[in-house]
């Protein structure tokens, strides 16, 4: 898997799935970060593990808490509409989508 | 023979029956008016980490061993990005990799199985209604705690499918795990369906078909597109990958989005949930905890009391109601009588009344006793009918309400005869005809001195005594 290769398609599909404005002059650079970031995986994966089908997570580390179900008050619509761009009565309002 | 094999595979969403979500302490009923049951946890504000539900889990590893699966040891939570204004996060919490539970199945007929591929747990998100305004975002139902159950494509017709979702949300349903309500959307299904030429072991290509609310809806979906695609391939064309939504009223689909656009959902494990562990001793006791699954219940039911296949049916729908009946018969009742009248009766009652069974003032025990007085004809069958109603309305025992009532059998000849001779005058030309030999209106006297003693007369009394007092042929 140390073959991945970002490139700029790469990126610009990065880039849409993030739903983030990439500008072109600052592709080059953010290219060459992802690049790096991916290489240091490569080296990770470049270490030898004692055995290899233990998996890291969960080796020694506790298992994740349970919570007895137990309902607790939930916020007031106005607090959860507090942020809202935009509301009607207690709903959130988003530009109309339908499945595409 | 067909020209080609219909293979289906079917992913079914069952909501748990928790009172709170899957990580947040919201109430998990998702009633109310828009966002009154969201917690910070739901909206993912900063800071924020998910708490996982231990009832929820309880629940899935109920479902997992009512249908058979392998509870997995350890399993992990994964983030599913995708950016739609249901999910206020970002990303839905699911699993990917690491399901808590692989295998299993469900009869689709006798000696005939759907295996299953996995079950895994993911939270809910939200419900988007769409104006004209803009789309209306409610929360209420993000967060609340699901399971996805996916079958291997092992499906050959829709009826199987039908087959399928009939029996595994009986199933679900007598394991305690959810309400398995398709129409209030506490059990959902999306199926994929493709044709391969008869002989073939190459798959063709899939659809994928959304919105199916019922399972009558699953099987009318699947039929219109056996029919479409065989419709394109016969014509020697190709079928689309895609997925399709099904228009009910229009009783055809339509094509959502194609493979091409299909999401990519770049899961990767959760880093505020460790792996969830579920311990072997904790499998064992939920297991123990289960109790007898729908097919076990009609084979006990047909050998330990003899009932015939429709009163199986009936009396297994659920399973309060198969222990309604098992109790009646622990107290004293003829298993068949007991059976008619849960089926009749009792289940009328829950109607009228709409309350659930369990509030059913007619007690297990009140209905074997009111059995009881019917067959010592203490009253009739008609007089019974009414005795029940007060029994639950008025809350009391059969004998106290059969008083109250004045309801008591009359099969005293003394207490008849008046009024035996009144019908014998009253009809005389019936009288007449009987006195002929002629039996039919024989029930309008008996008629008669039905509704003079309100039901309570004995009919066969009644009857002996008409006879004898018309004479005659």
Not at chain 2, 21 to 34: E, H
Not at chain 2, 311 to 328: C, H, K, N, P, S
Request: one cysteine or more; hydrophobic letters at 45%.
């Amino acid at each position: 898997m140390s073959d991945i290769a970002i490139d700029r398609t790469e990126l610009q599909r990065l880039a849409e799935l993030a739903r983030l404005h990439l500008p072109a002059d600052r592709e080059a650079a953010l290219l060459g970060q992802l690049q790096d970031i991916v290489s240091a995986f490569a080296a990770i994966r470049a270490i030898e593990l004692p055995d290899p089908a233990e998996p890291a997570a969960g080796a020694g580390a506790a298992p994740t808490p349970l919570r007895p179900d137990e309902p607790e008050p939930a916020l007031g619509p106005d607090q959860v509409l507090a942020n809202a761009p935009q509301r009607a009565a207690d709903s959130f309002v988003v530009p109309r989508v339908v499945d595409a | 023979m067909n020209t080609y094999v219909t293979v289906i595979g079917l992913e079914v969403h069952v909501q748990l029956g928790t009172a709170t979500k899957l990580f947040s302490p919201a109430p998990a009923d998702a009633l109310g008016d828009a966002n009154t049951r969201v917690h910070v946890i739901d909206i993912g504000l900063p800071g924020v980490l998910p708490r996982l539900n231990e009832t929820a889990i309880e629940l899935a590893v109920r479902a997992a061993l009512a249908v058979g699966g392998d509870v997995q040891p350890v399993s992990i939570f994964a983030r599913k990005n995708y950016f739609y204004p249901d999910l206020p996060k970002g990303y839905q919490i699911s699993q990917y990799e690491e399901p808590y539970c692989r295998g299993g199945r469900v009869a689709i007929a006798e000696d005939r199985f759907c295996q299953l591929e996995r079950i895994h747990l993911e939270e809910d998100a939200g419900k988007l209604v769409h104006t004209d305004a803009g789309t209306l975002v409610d929360l209420n139902r993000a967060g609340i705690a699901l399971v996805e159950i996916v079958s291997e494509p092992d499906l050959r017709s829709p009826t199987e499918a039908a087959a399928f979702l009939t029996n595994l949300r009986e199933i679900l349903r007598f394991a305690g795990v959810s309400d398995c309500d398709m129409e209030r959307g506490s059990m959902r299904c999306d199926a994929n369906i493709s044709l391969m030429p008869t002989g073939s072991e190459q798959f063709g290509t899939k659809v994928e078909l959304k919105n199916l609310n019922s399972v009558k809806m699953v099987q009318r979906a699947l039929e219109y597109e056996e029919r479409r695609q065989t419709a394109i391939l016969a014509a020697g064309g190709n079928v689309t990958a895609e997925t399709r939504g099904w228009l009910d009223e229009r009783g055809e689909s339509r094509s959502q989005r194609s493979k091409e656009n299909a999401p990519d959902y770049r899961y990767f494990p959760d880093p505020d949930l460790p792996p969830l562990v579920i311990s072997e001793a904790w499998v064992e006791s939920i297991r123990s905890q289960l109790g007898e699954l729908p097919a076990a219940r009609r084979a006990r039911f047909a050998s330990s009391y003899g009932l015939p296949e429709y009163d199986i049916g009936v009396l297994t729908q659920d399973r309060e109601l198969g222990d309604y009946f098992e109790a009646t018969v622990a107290a004293g009742s003829d298993a068949k009588a007991a059976s008619n009248w849960i089926m009749t009766d009792v289940l009328a009652a829950l109607r009228e009344f709409g309350v659930p069974l369990e509030d059913l003032r007619v007690t297990p025990a009140r209905l074997a006793a009111l059995l009881e007085l019917l067959s010592a004809k203490a009253l009739t069958a008609v007089a019974a009918k009414k005795v029940f109603v007060d029994m639950h309305e008025n809350d009391r025992e059969p004998r106290a309400s059969m008083q109250a009532l004045g309801l008591e059998r009359i099969a005293a000849p003394a207490m008849l005869q008046p009024l035996i001779d009144a019908a014998v005058a009253a009809l005389p030309g019936a009288a007449a005809d009987v006195r002929q030999g002629i039996d039919k209106p024989l029930d309008a006297l008996k008629g008669h001195v039905m509704r003079a003693t309100k039901g309570r007369a004995d009919p066969h009394v009644v009857e002996q005594l008409l006879r004898t007092t018309i004479g005659g042929a």
